[in-house]
């Protein structure tokens, strides 16, 4: 069975989004770049050396599909990942390997999570992570926090996501003040009260 990893660069207030896109009004495009540090570059480069497939939002896939290709030579695995992608506007690419993934998109992750392959990544594709997130798709976080605010963008968690708790399976800091941490799925929220 494969595992579908969320792995995101996120704002102490949870914004996710990284590009300026069109008419959309965001202005703090590439707002991680500032922060970058060699222990974030060693984490970031042992990530895209995994063999992985990738699982994706149509507008991440849009963004993508005409950078990677002439800049494989920082990420050569994006190539040889199969691009699952979510999108009922589109159901064809010229860079392959790409299979487009329309109507019931948890359905379809559900299925592809219970066939043999590569575990799948999921990067930016925040409209995506939502639906992942509402239907309990999601089974590992590796995030990198960093130590700003934007108070404007796409976020991690919205309205909807469901209560789910998780553990800390690895985490450090970066001399630049990234928290860098992995979490996977674990279960219920364990709820309590006070002296018990």
């Not at 963004?63 to 030579?73: C, F, G, I, N, R």
């Not at 592809?112 to 309990?136: E, I, P, R, Y």
């Not at 001399?175 to 979490?183: D, L, M, Q, R």
Request: glycine share 10%; net charge negative; proline share 4%.
């Amino acid at each position: 069975m494969r595992k579908i990893i969320a792995c995101e660069f996120v704002t102490l207030d949870g914004v996710i989004q990284s590009e300026e896109c069109e008419g959309d009004g965001f202005k703090y495009g590439g707002w991680f770049f500032g922060y970058a540090d060699e222990v974030t570059g060693d984490v970031i480069q042992k990530r895209l050396g995994k063999q992985v497939d990738l699982l994706l939002g149509r507008k991440t896939f849009d963004a993508w599909e005409p950078y990677w290709p002439t800049h494989s030579d920082f990420w050569p695995n994006v190539m040889t990942a199969t691009k699952y992608v979510a999108s009922n506007t589109r159901d064809a690419s010229d860079w392959q390997p790409t299979v487009f993934l329309s109507g019931d998109i948890a359905e379809k992750v559900s299925q592809l999570k219970q066939q043999d392959g590569a575990n799948l990544h999921v990067m930016g594709s925040a409209n995506l992570l939502q639906t992942l997130f509402k239907n309990d798709l999601v089974d590992e976080l590796q995030l990198m926090i960093f130590p700003i605010t934007l108070g404007t963008g796409k976020r991690l968690f919205t309205h909807g996501t469901i209560p789910a708790a998780f553990k800390i399976t690895e985490s450090q800091v970066s001399p630049n003040g990234i928290i860098i941490v992995n979490y996977k799925r674990d279960g219920e929220v364990k709820t309590g009260t006070m002296g018990s």
